[in-house]
């Protein structure tokens, strides 16, 4: 297997947490780190770490995913919020599916399958952005009445849990990424956002944020 780049070491940033959050759901967290990359097709490295994942990934050890601590960390969360696990699946369970029903996972390009290495191999939570389309730091906070989002016609319900720069909502936690902020073809920086739950410990935080960016880098 091809070994992946190591990125300058560099410590996650913590975003902020609105208090009412942090009061409700403690332990509740995003984390970011910012690497010089953006999509495109991915190199042959990250197409062979891929298909060595899919090679380790199969059916035993996608039944058995969302018992470990981590995945499991994300069901209990999800019930917390009012998403049925079973229907909306947490992102490592989403991704085992994927791996089940495709056969293999398929590279989708350099930001997809970067954060498909990361969740597979830590569990996390990660997604992604087009650095340079966020002000200022990410952070976690409810939906502000009638406040919209990018891409959708219709308001936020109120209360529901958003990711927000300083500015507007630019995704809704575990659902959908705003339209004008998701990594494209122009766009030269990549911000990754680890999701720490209860029971999601800071070193698996650490871990998703380095592999994400590892592959980012191939």
Same mark, same amino acid.
């Given at each position: ?30 984390? !970011? ?14 197409? &062979? ?6 090679? =380790? ?17 994300? @069901?209990?969360?999800? =019930? ?9 699946? !947490? ?7 994927? @791996? ?20 597979? &191999? ?10 340079? @389309? ?12 009638? &406040? ?19 500015? @507007? ?50």
């Amino acid at each position: 297997m091809a070994e992946l780049p190591q990125p300058q070491e560099a410590a996650p940033e913590p975003g902020w947490i609105a208090p009412e959050l942090a009061d409700e759901f403690p332990g509740l967290g995003i984390f !970011t780190t910012t690497v010089d990359a953006a999509d495109g097709r991915s190199p042959e490295p990250l197409r &062979e770490r891929l298909r060595d994942l899919s090679d =380790r990934v199969a059916g035993q050890e996608a039944i058995l995913q969302r018992q470990r601590p981590i995945p499991w960390a994300y @069901r209990v969360f999800f =019930r917390h919020i009012g998403l049925d696990p079973d229907t909306t699946r !947490t992102p490592p369970e989403e991704l085992m599916l994927a @791996r089940i029903q495709g056969g293999r996972l398929r590279s989708s390009g350099r930001v997809a399958d970067a954060l498909a290495i990361a969740v597979a &191999e830590s569990g996390v939570a990660v997604l992604a952005f087009d650095a340079d @389309r966020l002000a200022g730091r990410l952070g976690l906070r409810t939906a502000a009445d009638g &406040e919209r989002f990018a891409g959708r016609t219709t308001p936020l319900a109120p209360g529901t849990i958003v990711i927000a720069d300083e500015e @507007r909502p630019v995704a809704i936690l575990f659902r959908a990424v705003a339209e004008g902020v998701e990594v494209g073809r122009g766009s030269s920086r990549t911000t990754l956002a680890a999701i720490r739950v209860k029971g999601v410990p800071d070193v698996a935080i650490e871990e998703a944020l380095w592999l994400a960016a590892s592959a980012m880098l191939a």
